[in-house]
């Protein structure tokens, strides 16, 4: 809020402003956790951060906001947003694939998110609309005093908490018995979804569905290549085996999953709630499987 009001004080566009600071600001909690984790020294719970938030995305979001109210998904969203969604993940398995993600791969990983906010800009500047639910969340008239208050309040409290959940996070990894990795990709990644869920299922109960989709189609591509990129400028670190083996193949699955989902029922291109209900079974076994192949090779 601090932000955006402050960038409209210094006469930027509330639609640019719309498109970049308050959409930039939903994966904000997801960056700032996994910097911290991999300036700490908790690679994996960087990592795990980043691939985890996609999959509870798509999967545990998703699937909850079918079951509330099927979602209907836009053709634009099947043929250009999920396909490029894809796109992202696919770039960042490659750039990890040799097992370290060092500071060049997060170079082009926040490269790549600058491109894309780009292209977002591109197209909001097109049709001089914002979307609704980015419209709402611009704020009413403010200072520009009482903006940067509430940017620098905004950061502290963002600062600490995220200082606070690696900390936690570390500390309930020890007390399970179970890795960093599987801490960060199911306790840490469900806690900085939250926002994702809360929001999605209100614009699902609103039959808001492109919002409801678009929310986290865009959250996944900002975490992609943000949350996984800043870790690696930050700090190079090797990546588990079971990251490249295990996770991102469940992100990659869950992610053409509901893509098939949701082509699967013509003309109406929806997500019916029977599919929603594959989607959340399909995050529930994912975490089951994390915690018994975590407490088994800790054994």
Not at 28 to 44: F, K
Not at 212 to 231: E, I, Q, R
Not at 286 to 298: I, K, T
């Amino acid at each position: 809020m601090g932000a955006a009001a402050t960038a409209q004080n210094l006469g930027v566009s509330p639609l640019v402003v719309g498109l970049t600071i308050v959409g930039f600001g939903t994966s904000a909690p997801e960056m700032l956790v996994s910097s911290i984790a991999a300036y700490r020294g908790a690679p994996d719970l960087s990592v795990g951060n980043a691939v985890g938030s996609n999959i509870a995305n798509i999967a545990l979001v998703l699937g909850i906001a079918a079951l509330v109210n099927p979602l209907q998904v836009h053709q634009k969203v099947l043929r250009r947003e999920l396909p490029l969604m894809l796109g992202t993940m696919l770039l960042a398995l490659g750039l990890l694939w040799d097992g370290h993600l060092g500071r060049i791969d997060g170079a082009v990983l926040i490269g790549g998110l600058f491109v894309l906010i780009g292209f977002i800009v591109r197209e909001g500047l097109k049709t001089r609309e914002l979307p609704d639910d980015l419209a709402e969340e611009l704020p009413d008239a403010m200072s520009t005093p009482m903006a940067l208050f509430w940017v620098l309040l905004g950061l502290v409290v963002l600062l600490g908490s995220s200082e606070l959940l690696v900390w936690g996070a570390k500390e309930i990894a020890t007390s399970f018995g179970v890795s960093e990795r599987v801490i960060g990709l199911t306790v840490v990644a469900f806690g900085t979804s939250l926002p994702e869920l809360a929001a999605t299922v209100v614009a699902a109960k609103r039959n808001e569905h492109e919002i409801a989709v678009g929310n986290v189609v865009g959250s996944n591509m900002f975490n992609t290549l943000g949350v996984l990129g800043l870790p690696g400028v930050i700090q190079p670190e090797a990546i588990g085996a079971s990251v490249l083996w295990l996770d991102f193949p469940v992100m990659l699955g869950v992610a053409v999953l509901f893509w098939g989902l949701a082509r699967l029922l013509r003309p109406y291109r929806h997500v019916s709630r029977p599919q929603g209900a594959v989607l959340v079974a399909a995050y529930v076994g994912y975490l089951v499987s994390l915690f018994v192949l975590g407490r088994a090779a800790a054994a």
